[in-house]
């Protein structure tokens, strides 16, 4: 069965590095999508992507981040400059009309 | 905006109970709706959905009826097995949008 994957599934970064989160959609699905939960909270929505552009973004999504999908499998999400708050599980998820989507194992970013 | 409301955890059963959880909405004209659910140490599984007034989704034993009069979309299985002991999480999708809002998470443990 077709399945999203993330790597890595953890990354360890110092305050003010730069991290890029990698994702490998499913390979039909058109719609591609970033969430996070930070420890103990809910899991929040950041960004969808369609047609090779952001389709929309939430508050939290602010110029500190970009995504990119730059060939045709690969799905990234970059962090400029990260927070100690920047601390959570990211999730990629996919899907081929923007209903159902499918999400990845999650990676695990902890910012010291 | 868009929310979730799901009952409280942690939920702790015994095998071949009887396992509700509760799960209600706010949403302007008409959701998706959708149960997912999160094993230990693995991402987020589409567990069922439903995208109109009293569909039922039903998957592995669990259902869910989208009821618009009580907005609400409450999971249940009739026997549960310890392999379900995971985290739930029920979730909208607006009828104009694709991003997912979730609730909080109930963590459902069932001992043999």
């Known amino acids: 069965e077709p399945e999203v994957t993330q790597t890595p599934s953890h990354q360890v970064t110092q305050m003010g590095q730069e991290v890029i989160l990698r994702c490998v959609p499913i390979?039909?699905?058109?719609?591609f999508y970033w969430y996070r939960q930070i420890l103990g909270q809910k899991v929040e929505f950041l960004v969808s992507f369609y047609n090779n552009e952001i389709s929309e973004k939430s508050e939290i999504f602010d110029d500190q981040f970009s995504v990119e999908r730059p060939d045709g499998s690969n799905f990234t999400l970059k962090i400029r400059s990260t927070k100690l708050e920047d601390s959570a599980m990211y999730f990629c998820?996919?899907?081929?009309?923007?209903?159902?989507?499918?999400f990845g194992p999650g990676t695990r970013l902890t910012v010291t | 905006g868009d929310s979730v409301t799901q009952m409280e955890g942690p939920v702790t059963l015994s095998e071949e109970a009887f396992l509700t959880i509760n799960c209600t909405y706010t949403?302007?004209?008409?959701?998706?709706l959708f149960w997912y659910v999160q094993y230990p140490g693995e991402g987020l599984q589409l567990l069922l959905k439903?995208?109109?007034?009293?569909d039922k989704g039903s998957n592995k034993g669990f259902e869910a009826t989208y009821r618009k009069e009580t907005t609400s979309f409450h999971l249940e299985k009739g026997s549960v097995q310890v392999s379900d002991s995971a985290v739930y999480f029920c979730a909208l999708s607006a009828s104009n949008d694709y991003k997912l809002s979730f609730g909080a998470g109930t963590t459902v443990t069932v001992r043999a």
């Open positions: 998820a996919s899907s081929f009309r923007g209903n159902e989507q499918y």
């Open positions: 949403a302007t004209g008409y959701p998706s």
């Open positions: 439903a995208t109109k007034a009293d």
């Open positions: 390979s039909n699905h058109l719609y």
